[in-house]
T-cell receptor, first 111, second 111 residues
Framework: SQQGEEDPQALSIQEGENATMNCSYKTSINNLQWYRQNSGRGLVHLIL?????REKHSGRLRVTLDTSKKSSSLLITASRAADTASYFCATENNAGNMLTFGGGTRLMVKP | DAGITQSPRHKVTETGTPVTLRCHQT?????MYWYRQDPGHGLRLIHYSYGVKDTDKGEVSDGYSVSRSKTEDFLLTLESATSSQTSVYFC??????????FGSGTQLSVL
């Protein structure tokens, strides 16, 4: 079973709008990471948030982490057509030797 | 792609034949991983390595074996391929911050 579950599974928005994706997980973690995957390519790391952090920013990306609810959200502001991709959350276990991925959110940004 | 290459990029094989996928890194990272990606399942960890000759099982290790005789190479072997092993296989390495860097993937079809 997957540790992380993304919601929604698919999201379609217009260019310039904000996109929010959510991730829920089941067990305690060291950190939570978000990755992006363009069609037919490998995953690319976007941002890492540690279990003792609550919010992190990177350019147009904002990630929040609520360990009490075992959930995280990824916000992409002012979206662009080039942001069209699948986005995955991944959680690192406490042993620090395994990263478990969710099923992903497919984001489409229409020009 | 962060100094990580996978070969072959595409492979078509028949049920019951052995298949070996290769992952090569030039980053000298200790940890290497093999994942498979299937629709509806996200990425699932098959095996990982934490050093030369040090490997461990992941979530979906049945039917797969791995070997790491050198820091830079991590091999994934399907001893007797089955149709359920048709998938896209990704190799990844992790840096000291536990971020993963992925190869471009191998599309394997077992007929």
């Amino acid at each position: 079973s997957q540790q992380g579950e993304e919601d929604p599974q698919a999201l379609s928005i217009q260019e310039g709008e904000n996109a929010t994706m959510n991730c829920s997980y089941k067990t305690s973690i060291n950190n939570l990471q978000w990755y992006r995957q363009n069609s037919g390519r490998g995953l690319v790391h976007l941002i890492l948030i540690r279990s003792n952090e609550r919010e992190k920013h990177s350019g147009r990306l904002r990630v929040t982490l609520d360990t009490s609810k075992k959930s995280s959200s990824l916000l992409i502001t002012a979206s662009r057509a080039a942001d069209t991709a699948s986005y995955f959350c991944a959680t690192e276990n406490n042993a620090g030797n395994m990263l478990t991925f969710g099923g992903g959110t497919r984001l489409m940004v229409k020009p | 792609d962060a100094g990580i290459t996978q070969s072959p990029r595409h492979k078509v094989t028949e049920t019951g034949t052995p298949v070996t996928l290769r992952c090569h890194q030039t980053e000298n990272h200790r940890y290497m991983y093999w994942y498979r990606q299937d629709p509806g399942h996200g990425l699932r960890l098959i095996h990982y390595s934490y050093g030369v000759k040090d490997t461990d099982k992941g979530e979906v290790s049945d039917g797969y074996s791995v070997s790491r005789s050198k820091t830079e190479d991590f091999l994934l072997t399907l001893e007797s391929a089955t149709s359920s092993q048709t998938s896209v296989y990704f190799c990844a390495i992790s840096d000291r911050e536990r971020k993963l860097f992925f190869g471009s993937g191998t599309q394997l079809s077992v007929l």
